[in-house]
């Protein structure tokens, strides 16, 4: 099922997800931060990718960065920000009403976006800890009245510590009940995710690779835009779900511990040692 042989991973430009492949509850995963940085040693393009809309790069770097993970805030990229590219080629200096936190009404207002509550060209829905039934209301009139709907990502739920909380998809679903209108949805497993950070990066999708710790977002997604497919099993999937798919990842590694160069294996040894202490090893 692992192929781990070199030869099969001809990859020159790395896209990896955060949570659940970097980090795990704020806490860096074993591995992850000698990963990042041999990949700048090695020169190698790369973007952390998340579906996560609420923050902006600046965010997210700086929560890495406090997990011991150094990423700039330019090798990030947020489902917000391939939104925000996407309607800028579809609509350049369009207008659209919004329902989100920072890191979507930044992207929108840096793509040149116009918000607006009046006639807008789309209405965006974006994720908030703090949905406003009012912003809803006028989403669905809006959406009635002609405007395009666009949603960030399809998470149905996000985490938090007393449980799960409503998230986009859920409230894309509301909308959508209301109005017969379904909405395009931008984030993974919408392979438009991979395309627009390969556009950022400059990269061809036959040298990519994609690591992802989730099978019906990461690996298909990733499958359909052409990567290299890593699972890795520090997160969400493990071997007994990948046998209920019909698709299978390119590698399954138990962490991104198993992607530090095998020349230095002291380091790669003793993170490996430190992913089995930890816990985070499936």
């Known amino acids: 099922m692992t192929t781990n042989k070199k030869i099969e991973r001809d990859v020159d430009c790395w896209l990896t997800d955060m949570d659940g492949v970097l980090v795990h509850e704020n806490k860096a995963i074993p591995g992850a931060a000698e990963l990042i940085n041999q990949w700048r040693e090695k020169q190698k393009p790369f973007l952390v990718l998340t579906n996560n809309s609420i923050y902006t790069p600046r965010d997210l770097s700086a929560r890495l960065a406090r997990s011991g993970i150094d990423v700039p805030e330019e090798q990030l ?5 391939a939104t925000a590219a996407f309607l800028k080629d579809q609509s350049p200096g369009g207008s659209a009403f919004v329902i989100g936190e920072a890191g979507i009404t930044t992207a929108m207002h840096e793509a ?15 994720e908030t800890r703090t949905y406003s039934f009012e912003a809803i209301t006028r989403a669905i009139r809006l959406i009635n009245d002609g405007a395009r709907f666009i949603v960030t990502n399809p998470d149905v739920t996000s985490p938090s510590r007393e449980g799960p909380l409503p998230a986009t998809g859920a409230v894309a679903a509301l909308i959508t009940s209301a109005t017969k209108r379904e909405p395009y949805v931008v984030g ?3 392979p438009m995710m991979f395309r627009s950070a390969l556009n950022k990066l400059g990269a061809h999708s036959m040298r990519t690779g994609m690591i992802g710790d989730r099978m019906d977002t990461d690996v298909v997604a990733g499958i359909e835009a052409g990567l290299h497919t890593v699972l890795v099993l520090t997160g969400i999937a493990d071997r007994s779900e990948v046998e209920r798919y019909p698709f299978r990842p390119k590698e399954i590694l138990d962490s991104v511990a198993d992607l530090l160069e095998a020349g230095d294996t002291s380091t790669r040894t003793a993170v490996q040692d430190d992913a089995k202490k930890s816990g985070a090893k499936k």
């Open 188 to 190: 993974k497993p919408n």
């Open 112 to 126: 040149g976006f116009v918000m607006t509550d009046t006639d807008p060209d789309y209405v965006v829905l974006g």
């Open 77 to 81: 990229w947020t489902s917000a920000l």
